[in-house]
């Protein structure tokens, strides 16, 4: 290094670490101008269960799961003896044109559990990877079976799909796409289901039918694929209306446009089952997944395609001209086979279902304070929108919420011992994404310090 010293990790004092830190490390959608002597960064040093520690031992409640990923807990010592016992065996070999026993093991189990067809397994390296691979396929898809007009994707407002240059193009936030224009060509968005400022004689499924609306506009020979999560992340963990799905299925089948559901958040128990598309009762062409698949232990992603899909590529000279080098790595599939094992062997998707209703009360106990509007999500991923007035659902301008949300909340709620999300990408939100191993007493704490901040907030607007 040209301006610091090596330092050894184990003689590194807190001091030496926010210093190095400050120096070196530059954190993701993070403002780094922010942190001097006086505002030093958060430092995680261990984590148990549901809580991680920080440098000076004080505890939190990871109420977010990591970033919706590490799902089955901190500090699973049996996932890491899975690893070191891989590293033994193999370290490393690619996938490219190479299978290794655990990419098959882990590729034949997905596709077991994954509903209907979904029977064709593409390691990833992670989530943004995953939907640019989906991405990527439907227009070589459409192109070998001589369509290859269809290139366009039709996304949601406001939700997010990832921030390589492909996804970007499908993901609806103004504000992380405007600073790398131009990206890929081809995004289209349409109005998410976030029904809690909607008039109240709205079609519920007025949402679904824009869709239709949109791939008439663009003309629906260039149309290659609809993209949704089942539950929205950005703008606060927004469901579907009952039989939104069921209808967006219907309008890709009339399109011949691929439907990709985005369970990159969604899958492996966050909503109570393996898939999200599970819960709604619907059947995509795609899914892509990530996060949670190894409850972060190591990073991996998967995008599993339906057989009608992977149909063209099955014989002679066709190849999907796609890949990662780690994808599908040999350590990263051992762990996620491991991550699976705890899921079953403590029936962690049964936890979510059995104990949804008792979280979500916790959180609805929250609306007598002035600034709760709306409590949203569906499993262990749940909001609350914050309001100016709960009767007219009116909102904040952007100051007020840049002063509520980074200003106070976000601070604070760490400060008192959580961990959550405190966003304004769309409307004002504190999002919760516990690990999937909480109980009441977790949701109970949760209760308590949302319960102290939210309070103090109104108070001071």
């Not at 609805?364 to 709306?374: A, F, K, M, N, Q």
Request: net charge negative; hydrophobic share 40%.
């Amino acid at each position: 290094m040209a301006t610091t010293t090596a330092m050894n990790q184990s003689t590194a004092t807190g001091g030496d670490l926010q210093e190095l830190a400050r120096r070196h490390l530059w954190m993701h959608f993070t403002r780094m101008g922010g942190y001097d002597a006086e505002h030093p960064i958060p430092i995680i040093t261990r984590g148990e269960g549901a809580y991680v520690y920080d440098e000076h031992g004080n505890r939190y409640l990871d109420g977010l799961s990591g970033l919706f990923c590490c799902n089955a807990g901190h500090g699973r010592a049996e996932i890491g003896e899975a690893m070191e016992r891989q590293v033994r065996e193999l370290d490393f070999v690619t996938n490219w044109s190479y299978a290794h026993p655990r990419a098959i093991e882990l590729a034949t189990r997905l596709a077991g559990l994954a509903p209907g067809d979904l029977n064709r397994v593409f390691f990833t390296s992670g989530g943004s990877e995953a939907v640019e691979s989906a991405f990527k396929l439907a227009r070589q898809y459409f192109r070998m079976t001589g369509k290859g007009q269809k290139h366009k994707v039709i996304a949601r407002e406001v939700a997010y799909h990832g921030t390589t240059m492909g996804a970007l193009m499908a993901t609806g936030i103004t504000s992380l796409r405007t600073p790398f224009e131009p990206y890929a060509q081809g995004g289209c968005h349409v109005p998410n289901t976030n029904s809690y400022h909607w008039p109240a004689d709205r079609d519920p499924l007025w949402a679904a039918e824009k869709i239709a609306e949109r791939i008439e506009f663009e003309g629906p020979e260039t149309v290659a694929a609809v993209i949704c999560e089942p539950v929205q992340n950005a703008g606060g963990c927004i469901p579907p209306q009952e039989g939104y799905f069921q209808r967006v299925r219907e309008i890709c089948d009339e399109y011949d446009v691929l439907m990709i559901s985005d369970e990159v958040i969604c899958a492996f128990g966050r909503l109570g089952r393996w898939f999200g598309c599970e819960r709604y009762d619907f059947q995509p062409d795609i899914v892509t997944t990530a996060k949670a698949l190894t409850s972060a232990y190591a990073p991996m992603g998967a995008m599993i395609a339906s057989d009608r899909v992977f149909e063209p590529f099955s014989e002679g000279t066709a190849s999907f001209t796609h890949g990662f080098t780690f994808a599908g790595h040999p350590v990263a599939a051992a762990a996620a086979m491991a991550n699976l094992d705890v899921f079953e062997r403590e029936d962690l998707n049964g936890h979510v279902q059995r104990k949804e209703g008792e979280f979500r009360a916790v959180l609805e106990s929250l609306r007598d304070i002035p600034i709760v509007g709306d409590v949203r999500g569906a499993g262990f991923f749940q909001a609350i929108e914050l309001v100016k007035d709960q009767e007219t659902k009116a909102g904040f301008d952007e100051a007020e919420s840049e002063t509520l949300l980074r200003g106070f909340l976000s601070g604070e709620l760490y400060k008192r011992g959580l961990i959550c999300r405190a966003d304004d990408r769309g409307d004002p939100v504190v999002q919760l994404s516990p690990p999937l191993i909480c109980d009441t007493e977790e949701f109970e704490e949760i209760e308590g310090i949302l319960r102290s901040v939210l309070t103090e907030a109104a108070e001071r607007l």
